[in-house]
């Protein structure tokens, strides 16, 4: 901690003062408060609140001040341990060094850029309350019991303890390295972080921030986040972004109305990019030649370009390409040359092989101890010695090659591949199982303890094992034991695995082997030794051989570069199976006859002071550690007063070459000097699996050049540049040398990707190596094996460098100054985010440097890049504090955000929080990278909090489109005949129904009734089925004509109503409704049917009802009894007010007389009745129906599905409006066909009620709605085989269409054909219908005519409203079926939505349409009274000018087909792509909801609906999570990736609900509109809403 900070200088001199007099006691008790705080036992405010009671008596004289003040400031325990203590630390600090070098100083740099954003304010995502209660079940562990390897804790106990420069170094000569070696070794890399073996987990040790950033911490806290801005216009669509405030939005779930406030934000796109070429027509493929490109368009028969007076714009949608800087960085240096190392020195006693060397000691030196193991205590448990080692090798090399056979052959052959299988704590049975295998020449694959079937990347290990072809696995007893086992006892196969014999290593099992037998000990030579596997950034197990006389060499090159000598103590902290822990641990130590202490990972959770007590203890020479040892030692340091470290020669640092090391080294040194800890025996090393060791600092003994520091810009290495920061101070990024090049080995550092060309001298790049020590290849994988173990760089002219071949280390770095190596990077963690590279390890750093910095559980956060649009999107995923609420979740986020923008200047694409506990683990506890990403992508993370930040992050998104000016019709529309342009005019038309005129006089639907009661009184018209499938009512002629005049007399004599008097008829489905609609006109009455509201929703049901009885004027309701109380009752005036209802008169018992005469209308045109509906926007609109058109709409459905009394049809539709009511009620009447009705409502309870219905009656015609034939689909897809058992058969089915006015959905009609295809459901039988308001019925399959034709549209010409056909399964394509046969007497045109004008054929424009039965206008429209009258009555602007048309509202093209139709002519289909009010404008173009949405839903299993809407030009999207609540937050960022990957939008909102939520109407199709208003008024009870930054 900086103990003075100008500004508040004093009053921290008071406090320091203050606490150097304090007594021991207190003293102690604030080292164990401070303890408790590190390990995360007790909160801040706790720790605050303990502290401040503590100090209060000592500090009289500042009691004024806040409290947060003081405490922040901590007191140097450790300066204070020894009595010199104080004068050790200010004769440290006058040593003049840089700024720079302070180890806490990327956590102010942090502060420092957060300081600058003054807290930008973001909506907060909202949440259900039962999600914010989960978190995960381990989540309550000790930390010791959890296997999370970090410990949080930041070392708040320094004092500004300035490490003194062990050597001061010339400056350099080079330009770019000015300022770099001022050598001391303290650091300001990140937030001292650090990690494992196999992972990436990193931990927090920050030298707290300056007070003044601690303050302004506080004041954050305080000051929360008020001021939530209303969503930004992110369409671009302005040349300039506007800046106008918008007014106050109605809250949004969780967010008082006051946080809305706008502020002024940008708009997302640049708007100036440049502009992208053009091409005309169809685009020309360059690798195809000319004259090929033309014979394939000819033979394509391709589509004109469009009219240049309609569409102008490019033709293919590029992403934008990110220019390159002008102003970046570029390397200068000269080519660098290639490195060597000092030659291997000539030992003239050095062995032959490794196997020789065991062989002499075990022989020679039995009594040496060779390993000591450690038990969980810190006890030595056993020491295995040289002589032990040799004779167990011995039994189980015996006991494995002759005592193991299958089928009376030895089971294995030398050079046969084993697994060894040992924990973490049992390094004897691991070393001896080791040589085993390699004096019975086998190759032992080390590898990790599988602890249960879904251990994270337990699968990639198991494809490894079967590709090296191994039976075998090694184990030990205890092992063994704790393997999860089947029913049978054995070992359970693990996923992906194959069938492995397990074979227990212990003393019982070997044999001893006979006097003479004696293994062969062979020279070392180039066959396989062993098998080291290593995970890869995309999660593949590879596995890398190493040779006999590559190990051998290693060996070497480490006694010499580590100078080693025989006899000599080592600790050994790594896991002992791979990696350094392997190298030095097993391997030079045997050849170096040294006693290893092995201190295993389990030992160092409980107790991480134990590695320093056992170099104590045994006086070791060297320790060979992980930054995060030396971390977790810091935080516990003040336990052991009586140490010394001043026995150690080398501390070898493993893991040097990460970011966070240099601070850890630092922080360690700093502590540890008072307790004889050198500065010079730190030995940074840098290492990978492949090359094995690449560098290392040397022992001081070795006389080598004084370690080596930079302080680069983040900026300039983002472009693989190397530049020394001078000026900005807050990007930098502090790397320590890792030392000399390995001993006998060459290095050079090449370009990172194409052709390995050698880089500059002030250039990043991959460091290789060229040595006999490397492995040899990867297992299997030839292909990979070249591109890794055997590539030769060459120079810029292109010679190659060397004859001998390179690996690449996969570590990135430099040569600096005194030929020492850098690495600031591993290729796994490398991010190129728009051609600039990041490193993963930074980002973590830099994240976890923002404070609180104890938010972040143990320090575990993984980052990794997902491609998004064509693109590297940057992931951060955190495990947070059980203790955290959503404020502090919240607030820490967007700091990261902001903390990460300001220093790495690159946008995180999604930051994910999840409980702690819950990431996957990689073996030592670390966090599992690749599987992290894994469900990540898959949505199987189940994060708890969400923030996303697509705006700012994508930066390619084509440009919107321009809409042209000036769209008059030009010249080019000329109109020759009936072509535009060349093209024939896009109309057509059903049969001409005036040749077809019956010559009688024109009928009223009431005079055919009475007609048919007369001449056939017994025909049944109506059967009416219940939930059973038995027929609960049914009405033949005379019955349905007696019961009409008996409703027309009551409608007279008891409600005294009037010629054309409105009456509402509120009938649940039914033949009550089909006779009161008849009484009402035979009293003259003009009928409108209602739907009744429901009992158990009557918030929401009702007032529908109460509206359309208002908007239609209705005098009276007619309804039965029960539904008659129901609209009195006391539940129902809480909706609307009851009083006001016009009179209502019920059914149930109707006077028994007959009407005096049937009311005969003075003309056709005269009103008949009123058919109200809800169109998908929401909007209530009555259309009025005359006479004449009622009766040209039953006419046409009769002539198109040839229906005649014979004929029986069964309908399953709601009754209440458009083509379901004429159905019900109007054309059974008119044609005296049989309807056998089955009400929607009743498949709730049965679903298969209307499928067996239909093969019960053997209807050959019916019609449902979409939602039946989602309710089908879903709920009976599994149990056709019961149906068919029950005798269903659907063979006699020749038409099944469904009733809708959308485009249809091909996906449903296809799936419900297949899964019925079983009950003899005819592929070629369900078609789609299509009406609309302005007329009811346009299009229907009928009986006759071809089948229905499915075209694919290119989906990003239809954005540009163009429609452009492409070949099916072609990328970017949309199936779209023709919408039904266009009806008699029905006239359709396609006109431009602009100019009016018709177009032609296959052009995309508004369906127009003339027919008799069109409706003739609206009666009102509630909420848009202004809609226009020109619907229902309009020209076109050119050509036919004298036909009237009405205007549907929907776009579609038609498209004259090959097909012939009934009369012989060319059919012309008629394909509906969706309507105009419901349209997307965003970013220039228009987009179809259904599109968005059809894509939301592939993107996850849970999604069960999907809706979208535009909110302040913001893209809503709203799904219905069917599934835990857990996976909410899973979804956001899926259905974030799939709209920005297939629709190029960036989704603003993402809204998670419960199923059902999505509001639909009768017809199956979402009322977008009304989802967005309860959205708006926070209705929709979600249970998580993310805003998308």
Same mark, same amino acid.
């Given at each position: 901690?900086?103990?003075?900070?100008?500004?508040?200088?004093?009053?921290l001199?008071?406090?320091a003062?203050?606490?150097?007099?304090?007594?021991a006691?207190?003293?102690?008790?604030?080292?164990e408060?401070?303890?408790?705080?590190?390990e995360?036992?007790?909160?801040q405010?706790?720790?605050?609140?303990?502290?401040g009671?503590?100090?209060a008596?000592?500090?009289?004289?500042i009691?004024g001040v806040?409290?947060s003040?003081q405490?922040?400031h901590?007191?140097q325990?450790?300066?204070?341990?020894?009595p010199a203590?104080?004068?050790?630390?200010?004769?440290?600090?006058?040593n003049?060094?840089?700024?720079r070098?302070?180890?806490d100083?990327h956590?102010e740099?942090?502060?420092?850029a957060?300081?600058?954003?003054?807290e930008?304010?973001m909506?907060m995502p909202?949440k259900r309350r039962?999600v914010?209660v989960?978190?995960?079940v381990?989540?309550?562990?000790?930390p010791d019991?959890?296997?999370?390897?970090?410990?949080?804790g930041?070392?708040?106990?320094?004092?500004?303890i300035?490490?003194?420069s062990?050597?001061?170094?010339q400056?350099?000569v *080079?330009?770019?390295?000015?300022?770099v070696?001022q050598?001391?070794?303290? !650091?300001?890399?990140?937030?001292?972080?650090?990690?494992h073996?196999g992972?990436r987990?990193?931990l927090?040790t920050?030298a707290?921030?300056?007070s003044?950033?601690?303050?302004?911490a506080d004041l954050?806290a305080?000051n929360q986040?008020?001021?939530?801005?209303?969503?930004p216009?992110?369409?671009?669509?302005?040349?300039r972004?506007m800046h106008?405030?918008r007014?106050?939005v109605?809250?949004?779930r969780g967010i008082?109305?006051?946080?809305m406030?706008?502020?002024i934000m940008e708009?997302?796109?640049?708007?100036?990019r440049d502009?992208?070429?053009?091409?005309?027509?169809?685009?020309?493929n360059?690798r195809?030649s000319?004259k090929?490109?033309q014979?394939l368009?000819?033979l394509?028969?391709?589509?004109?370009?469009?009219l240049?007076?309609?569409?102008?714009?490019d033709?293919?949608?590029?992403?934008?390409v990110?220019q390159p800087d002008p102003?970046?960085p570029k390397?200068?240096?000269?080519?660098m040359r290639p490195?060597?190392g000092?030659?291997?020195?000539?030992?003239t006693?050095?062995?032959?092989?490794l196997?020789?060397?065991?062989h002499?000691?075990?022989?020679t030196q039995?009594k040496?101890?060779?390993?000591?193991?450690?038990d969980?205590a810190?006890?030595s448990?056993?020491?295995l010695?040289?002589?032990k080692l040799w004779?167990?090798c011995l039994?189980l090399a015996?006991?494995?090659l002759n005592?193991?056979?299958s089928?009376?052959?030895?089971l294995l052959r030398?050079?046969d591949r084993?697994?060894?299988v040992?924990?973490n704590?049992d390094?004897?049975?691991?070393m001896?199982?080791?040589?085993?295998?390699?004096?019975a020449e086998l190759?032992?694959?080390?590898i990790?303890?599988p602890?249960t079937r879904?251990d994270?990347g337990?699968?990639q290990?198991?494809f490894l094992?079967?590709?090296?072809?191994?039976?075998l696995a090694?184990?030990s007893?205890?092992?063994?034991?704790?393997?999860p086992?089947?029913q049978?006892?054995?070992?359970?196969?693990?996923?992906g695995?194959?069938?492995?014999?397990?074979?227990?290593?212990?003393?019982?099992?070997v044999?001893?082997p006979?006097?003479?037998w004696?293994?062969?000990?062979?020279?070392? !030579?180039?066959?396989i030794?062993y098998?080291e596997?290593?995970?890869s950034?995309?999660?593949?197990?590879m596995g890398?051989?190493?040779?006999?006389s590559a190990m051998?060499?290693?060996c070497h090159?480490?006694?010499q570069s580590c100078?080693?000598?025989?006899?000599?103590?080592?600790?050994n902290?790594?896991d002992?199976k791979?990696d350094?822990g392997l190298?030095?641990?097993?391997l030079?130590?045997?050849m170096?006859?040294?006693?290893?202490i092995?201190?295993?990972?389990s030992l160092?959770k409980?107790n991480?002071?134990?590695?320093i007590q056992k170099?104590h203890t045994y006086?070791?020479r060297?320790?060979?550690?992980k930054?995060?040892d030396m971390?977790?030692s810091?935080?516990?340091q003040r336990?052991?007063r009586?140490?010394?470290l001043?026995?150690?020669r080398?501390?070898?640092v493993?893991?040097?070459?990460?970011p966070w090391?240099i601070?850890?080294?630092d922080?360690?040194?700093? @502590?540890?000097?008072?307790?004889?800890?050198?500065?010079?025996?730190?030995?940074?090393?840098?290492?990978?699996s492949e090359?094995?060791?690449?560098?290392?600092?040397?022992?001081p003994e070795m006389g080598?050049p004084?370690?080596?520091?930079?302080?680069l810009?983040m900026?300039a290495l983002?472009?693989?540049?190397? +530049?020394?920061?001078t000026?900005e101070?807050?990007?930098?990024l502090?790397v320590?040398?890792?030392g000399?090049?390995?001993?006998?080995?060459?290095?050079?550092?090449v370009?990172v990707d194409?052709?390995?060309y050698?880089?500059?001298?002030?250039?990043v790049?991959?460091i290789?190596?060229?040595?006999?020590?490397t492995g040899?290849?990867y297992?299997?994988?030839?292909?990979m094996?070249?591109?890794?173990?055997?590539i030769i760089?060459v120079?810029s002219?292109?010679?190659?460098?060397?004859d001998?071949?390179?690996t690449?280390t996969s570590?990135?770095?430099?040569?600096?100054?005194?030929?020492?190596v850098?690495v600031?990077?591993?290729m796994d963690g490398l991010m190129?985010?728009?051609s600039?590279k990041h490193n993963?390890d930074?980002?973590?750093a830099?994240?976890?440097?923002?404070?609180?910095m104890k938010?972040?559980?143990?320090?575990?956060i993984a980052v990794?890049?997902v !491609?998004?649009?064509?693109d590297e999107?940057?992931?951060?995923v955190?495990?947070?504090?059980?203790d955290?609420? *959503?404020?502090?979740?919240? #607030?820490?986020m967007?700091?990261?955000?902001?903390a990460?923008?300001?220093?790495?200047?690159v946008?995180?694409?999604?930051?994910?929080l999840?409980?702690?506990n819950?990431?996957?683990?990689?073996?030592?506890?670390?966090?599992?990278i690749?599987e992290t990403?894994q469900r990540f992508?898959?949505g199987?993370?189940?994060?708890?909090?969400?923030?996303?930040?697509p705006?700012?992050?994508?930066?390619n998104?084509?440009?919107?489109?321009?809409?042209?000016?000036?769209?008059e019709?030009g010249?080019a529309s000329?109109?020759?005949?009936?072509?535009?342009?060349g093209?024939?005019?896009?109309?057509?038309c059903?049969?001409?129904v005036?040749?077809l005129e019956?010559?009688?006089?024109f009928?009223?639907m009431?005079?055919v009734l009475q007609?048919?009661a007369?001449?056939t009184?017994?025909h049944?018209?109506?059967?009416?089925l219940n939930a059973?499938g038995t027929?609960?009512?049914?009405?033949?002629?005379?019955?349905?004509?007696k019961?009409?005049?008996?409703?027309a007399v009551?409608?007279?004599?008891?409600g005294?109503?009037?010629?054309g008097?409105h009456?509402?008829?509120?009938f649940p489905?039914?033949i009550?409704?089909i006779?009161?609609?008849?009484?009402?006109?035979?009293?003259?009455?003009v009928p409108?049917?209602?739907r009744?509201p429901?009992?158990q929703?009557?918030?929401?049901?009702?007032?529908?009802?109460?509206?359309?009885v208002?908007?239609?004027?209705s005098?009276c309701?007619l309804t039965?009894?029960?539904?008659m109380?129901l609209?009195k009752?006391?539940?129902?005036a809480?909706a609307?007010?009851?009083?006001?209802?016009?009179?209502i008169?019920?059914t149930?018992?109707l006077?028994?007389?007959?009407?005096?005469?049937i009311?005969k209308?003075?003309n056709?045109?005269?009103?008949?009745?009123l058919?109200?509906s809800?169109?998908?926007?929401g909007?209530?609109?009555g259309?009025?129906m005359?006479?004449?058109?009622?009766?040209?709409l039953?006419?046409?459905i009769?002539?198109?599905?040839e229906?005649?009394p014979s004929?029986?049809?069964a309908?399953?539709l709601?009754?209440?409006?458009?083509l379901g009511?004429a159905?019900w009620?109007?054309?059974s009447v008119?044609?005296g066909?049989q309807s056998?009705?089955v009400?929607?409502?009743?498949l709730?309870s049965?679903?298969?009620?209307?499928l067996?219905a239909?093969s019960q009656y053997k209807?050959?015609v019916?019609?449902c709605s979409?939602?039946?034939?989602e309710?089908?689909?879903?709920?009976l897809?599994?149990?056709?085989?019961?149906?068919?058992l029950r005798?269903v058969?659907?063979?006699?089915v020749?038409t099944c269409?469904v009733?809708?006015e959308e485009?249809?959905?091909?996906a449903?009609?296809?799936?419900f054909?297949k899964?019925f295809?079983?009950l003899?459901l005819?592929?070629?039988?369900v078609?789609?219908t299509f009406?609309?308001?302005?007329n009811v019925?346009?299009?229907? #399959?009928?009986?006759?005519?071809?089948?229905p034709?499915?075209v694919?549209l290119?989906?990003?010409?239809?954005?540009?409203?163009?429609v452009r056909? @492409?070949?099916?399964g072609?990328p970017?394509?949309?199936?779209?079926m023709?919408?039904g046969?266009?009806?008699?007497g029905v006239k359709v045109?396609i006109?431009?939505t602009?100019?009016k004008?018709p177009?032609?054929d296959?052009?995309?424009?508004e369906?127009?349409?003339?027919?008799?039965?069109?409706?003739?206008?609206?009666?009102t429209v509630y909420g848009e009274e202004a809609?226009h009258a020109?619907?229902?009555s309009?020209r076109l602007s050119?050509?036919d000018?004298?036909?009237?048309?009405? +205007?549907t509202?929907?776009l579609?093209?038609?498209?004259?087909?090959?097909?012939?139709d009934?009369?012989?002519?060319?059919?012309?289909?008629l394909?509906v792509i969706?309507s105009l009010?419901?349209?997307?404008?965003?970013?220039g173009?228009?987009?179809h909801p259904?599109?968005?949405?059809?894509?939301?839903?592939r993107?996850?299993?849970s999604?069960? *609906?999907?809706?979208?809407?535009?909110?302040?030009?913001?893209l809503?999207?709203?799904?219905?999570?069917?599934?835990?609540?857990?996976?909410?937050?899973?979804?956001v960022a899926?259905?974030?990736? @799939?709209v920005?990957?297939e629709?190029?939008?960036?989704?603003?909102v993402?809204v998670v @609900?419960?199923p059902?939520?999505?509001?639909?109407n009768?017809r199956g199709?979402?009322?977008?509109m009304?989802?967005?208003d309860?959205?708006l008024?926070?209705?929709l009870d979600?249970?998580?809403?993310?805003y998308?930054?």
């Amino acid at each position: 901690m900086i103990m003075a900070e100008r500004g508040s200088s004093g009053l921290l001199m008071a406090s320091a003062a203050v606490t150097r007099t304090l007594p021991a006691e207190v003293r102690e008790k604030l080292a164990e408060l401070e303890l408790e705080l590190s390990e995360g036992d007790i909160t801040q405010k706790g720790y605050e609140k303990k502290r401040g009671k503590l100090l209060a008596p000592y500090i009289p004289q500042i009691q004024g001040v806040d409290t947060s003040l003081q405490i922040e400031h901590r007191i140097q325990t450790a300066s204070q341990a020894n009595p010199a203590g104080p004068k050790h630390n200010k004769s440290r600090v006058t040593n003049s060094r840089d700024e720079r070098f302070r180890s806490d100083l990327h956590t102010e740099a942090v502060q420092a850029a957060l300081a600058k954003y003054k807290e930008r304010k973001m909506p907060m995502p909202s949440k259900r309350r039962s999600v914010l209660v989960q978190s995960s079940v381990e989540a309550c562990t000790p930390p010791d019991t959890s296997s999370a390897s970090e410990d949080e804790g930041s070392l708040r106990r320094q004092g500004r303890i300035a490490s003194s420069s062990p050597y001061q170094a010339q400056p350099r000569v *080079e330009h770019w390295f000015n300022k770099v070696i001022q050598g001391s070794s303290t !650091s300001s890399s990140a937030s001292s972080t650090s990690s494992h073996p196999g992972g990436r987990s990193h931990l927090t040790t920050n030298a707290t921030s300056s007070s003044a950033a601690t303050v302004l911490a506080d004041l954050m806290a305080h000051n929360q986040i008020d001021n939530h801005s209303a969503p930004p216009d992110v369409t671009g669509l302005s040349e300039r972004s506007m800046h106008a405030e918008r007014p106050q939005v109605a809250s949004v779930r969780g967010i008082p109305r006051g946080f809305m406030q706008t502020s002024i934000m940008e708009t997302a796109d640049d708007t100036d990019r440049d502009h992208e070429e053009t091409t005309e027509g169809v685009p020309v493929n360059s690798r195809v030649s000319s004259k090929i490109q033309q014979l394939l368009n000819t033979l394509k028969r391709p589509k004109r370009p469009p009219l240049r007076e309609f569409f102008v714009d490019d033709f293919e949608e590029l992403l934008d390409v990110q220019q390159p800087d002008p102003n970046q960085p570029k390397p200068e240096g000269g080519e660098m040359r290639p490195l060597d190392g000092e030659p291997l020195g000539v030992v003239t006693n050095w062995p032959l092989s490794l196997l020789a060397s065991l062989h002499r000691w075990g022989t020679t030196q039995p009594k040496s101890p060779c390993l000591t193991a450690l038990d969980n205590a810190g006890k030595s448990v056993y020491t295995l010695t040289y002589g032990k080692l040799w004779t167990r090798c011995l039994k189980l090399a015996y006991t494995l090659l002759n005592k193991l056979s299958s089928r009376n052959e030895p089971l294995l052959r030398p050079g046969d591949r084993v697994a060894l299988v040992f924990p973490n704590n049992d390094p004897v049975m691991f070393m001896v199982a080791f040589y085993g295998c390699l004096l019975a020449e086998l190759v032992p694959v080390p590898i990790e303890v599988p602890l249960t079937r879904k251990d994270a990347g337990s699968q990639q290990v198991g494809f490894l094992l079967g590709s090296c072809g191994v039976t075998l696995a090694l184990t030990s007893d205890a092992c063994q034991k704790g393997l999860p086992k089947a029913q049978t006892g054995e070992v359970l196969t693990f996923k992906g695995w194959p069938r492995l014999l397990w074979f227990v290593t212990d003393g019982k099992h070997v044999v001893k082997p006979p006097k003479d037998w004696h293994p062969p000990i062979r020279d070392a !030579s180039n066959e396989i030794a062993y098998i080291e596997y290593k995970s890869s950034k995309e999660g593949c197990t590879m596995g890398i051989t190493v040779s006999h006389s590559a190990m051998l060499a290693h060996c070497h090159a480490l006694t010499q570069s580590c100078g080693y000598t025989e006899g000599e103590i080592v600790t050994n902290v790594l896991d002992f199976k791979r990696d350094a822990g392997l190298w030095h641990g097993v391997l030079t130590s045997v050849m170096n006859r040294i006693h290893v202490i092995s201190i295993p990972y389990s030992l160092m959770k409980v107790n991480p002071l134990s590695w320093i007590q056992k170099v104590h203890t045994y006086k070791a020479r060297v320790a060979v550690v992980k930054s995060r040892d030396m971390h977790w030692s810091l935080l516990a340091q003040r336990d052991q007063r009586d140490i010394s470290l001043s026995s150690l020669r080398m501390l070898i640092v493993a893991d040097g070459a990460n970011p966070w090391s240099i601070s850890s080294c630092d922080a360690f040194l700093n @502590v540890f000097q008072s307790r004889g800890l050198r500065p010079e025996v730190i030995c940074p090393c840098a290492s990978s699996s492949e090359a094995m060791t690449v560098a290392l600092r040397r022992p001081p003994e070795m006389g080598v050049p004084p370690p080596g520091k930079a302080v680069l810009s983040m900026n300039a290495l983002s472009y693989g540049v190397i +530049r020394v920061d001078t000026e900005e101070k807050l990007s930098v990024l502090t790397v320590q040398d890792v030392g000399q090049v390995i001993s006998g080995a060459r290095v050079c550092v090449v370009r990172v990707d194409g052709t390995p060309y050698l880089c500059r001298t002030d250039e990043v790049g991959e460091i290789c190596i060229s040595s006999s020590t490397t492995g040899i290849s990867y297992y299997g994988l030839p292909g990979m094996t070249k591109n890794v173990f055997e590539i030769i760089p060459v120079s810029s002219s292109g010679a190659p460098v060397s004859d001998r071949p390179f690996t690449r280390t996969s570590l990135l770095g430099f040569i600096g100054p005194d030929n020492l190596v850098f690495v600031v990077g591993k290729m796994d963690g490398l991010m190129v985010v728009t051609s600039r590279k990041h490193n993963a390890d930074d980002v973590v750093a830099t994240a976890l440097a923002v404070e609180p910095m104890k938010f972040v559980y143990r320090g575990r956060i993984a980052v990794f890049s997902v !491609s998004v649009l064509h693109d590297e999107r940057i992931v951060v995923v955190a495990e947070q504090r059980p203790d955290a609420s *959503e404020e502090d979740s919240f #607030q820490w986020m967007s700091r990261v955000l902001q903390a990460i923008d300001s220093i790495h200047q690159v946008g995180v694409y999604c930051l994910a929080l999840v409980p702690a506990n819950t990431l996957p683990k990689a073996p030592l506890g670390g966090i599992h990278i690749s599987e992290t990403k894994q469900r990540f992508l898959e949505g199987a993370l189940h994060p708890c909090n969400v923030l996303m930040c697509p705006h700012t992050c994508v930066t390619n998104l084509p440009k919107p489109r321009q809409k042209q000016p000036g769209t008059e019709v030009g010249p080019a529309s000329m109109i020759v005949g009936n072509l535009v342009a060349g093209k024939r005019i896009a109309q057509a038309c059903g049969r001409d129904v005036s040749l077809l005129e019956d010559n009688e006089q024109f009928l009223y639907m009431q005079d055919v009734l009475q007609w048919r009661a007369q001449a056939t009184p017994d025909h049944p018209l109506f059967l009416l089925l219940n939930a059973k499938g038995t027929v609960s009512s049914s009405s033949s002629c005379v019955q349905l004509h007696k019961r009409a005049e008996r409703v027309a007399v009551a409608l007279m004599e008891r409600g005294r109503l009037n010629t054309g008097d409105h009456v509402a008829l509120v009938f649940p489905p039914g033949i009550d409704l089909i006779a009161t609609f008849y009484g009402c006109l035979y009293a003259g009455c003009v009928p409108v049917t209602v739907r009744p509201p429901h009992p158990q929703n009557l918030t929401t049901t009702l007032p529908t009802v109460k509206m359309i009885v208002e908007v239609s004027k209705s005098v009276c309701i007619l309804t039965t009894q029960a539904i008659m109380k129901l609209l009195k009752s006391k539940e129902a005036a809480a909706a609307v007010d009851i009083k006001s209802w016009p009179l209502i008169l019920d059914t149930d018992d109707l006077p028994r007389k007959r009407v005096p005469q049937i009311y005969k209308p003075p003309n056709p045109e005269t009103l008949a009745y009123l058919d109200f509906s809800v169109s998908t926007t929401g909007i209530l609109a009555g259309v009025k129906m005359s006479h004449a058109a009622t009766s040209a709409l039953c006419r046409s459905i009769k002539l198109q599905c040839e229906l005649y009394p014979s004929r029986q049809i069964a309908i399953c539709l709601d009754p209440y409006c458009g083509l379901g009511f004429a159905l019900w009620c109007l054309c059974s009447v008119y044609s005296g066909h049989q309807s056998i009705l089955v009400p929607p409502l009743e498949l709730e309870s049965n679903a298969s009620l209307w499928l067996s219905a239909v093969s019960q009656y053997k209807v050959r015609v019916t019609f449902c709605s979409y939602s039946v034939m989602e309710m089908c689909t879903k709920g009976l897809g599994s149990q056709t085989e019961a149906l068919r058992l029950r005798n269903v058969n659907l063979s006699c089915v020749r038409t099944c269409m469904v009733v809708a006015e959308e485009r249809p959905r091909i996906a449903l009609t296809q799936s419900f054909s297949k899964i019925f295809k079983d009950l003899g459901l005819s592929s070629r039988a369900v078609s789609t219908t299509f009406g609309c308001r302005v007329n009811v019925a346009i299009c229907l #399959q009928g009986t006759s005519g071809p089948d229905p034709t499915t075209v694919y549209l290119d989906m990003r010409a239809l954005r540009h409203d163009r429609v452009r056909l @492409v070949e099916r399964g072609s990328p970017h394509s949309l199936p779209l079926m023709e919408s039904g046969k266009i009806l008699p007497g029905v006239k359709v045109v396609i006109a431009n939505t602009e100019t009016k004008g018709p177009l032609g054929d296959s052009h995309l424009g508004e369906i127009w349409v003339s027919s008799p039965h069109n409706a003739s206008g609206y009666y009102t429209v509630y909420g848009e009274e202004a809609l226009h009258a020109d619907h229902f009555s309009t020209r076109l602007s050119f050509g036919d000018t004298q036909t009237v048309w009405a +205007r549907t509202g929907y776009l579609g093209f038609l498209r004259r087909t090959e097909l012939t139709d009934a009369c012989g002519e060319r059919h012309d289909a008629l394909y509906v792509i969706g309507s105009l009010d419901e349209t997307l404008e965003l970013r220039g173009m228009r987009y179809h909801p259904i599109d968005i949405e059809t894509s939301v839903i592939r993107a996850h299993k849970s999604i069960a *609906e999907c809706a979208v809407f535009t909110w302040t030009n913001l893209l809503v999207v709203v799904v219905e999570l069917e599934g835990s609540e857990q996976e909410a937050l899973d979804l956001v960022a899926l259905v974030t990736n @799939v709209v920005l990957e297939e629709h190029y939008l960036i989704v603003g909102v993402v809204v998670v @609900v419960d199923p059902g939520v999505i509001p639909i109407n009768s017809r199956g199709e979402k009322q977008r509109m009304h989802l967005r208003d309860g959205f708006l008024a926070d209705q929709l009870d979600p249970i998580y809403v993310a805003y998308n930054m």
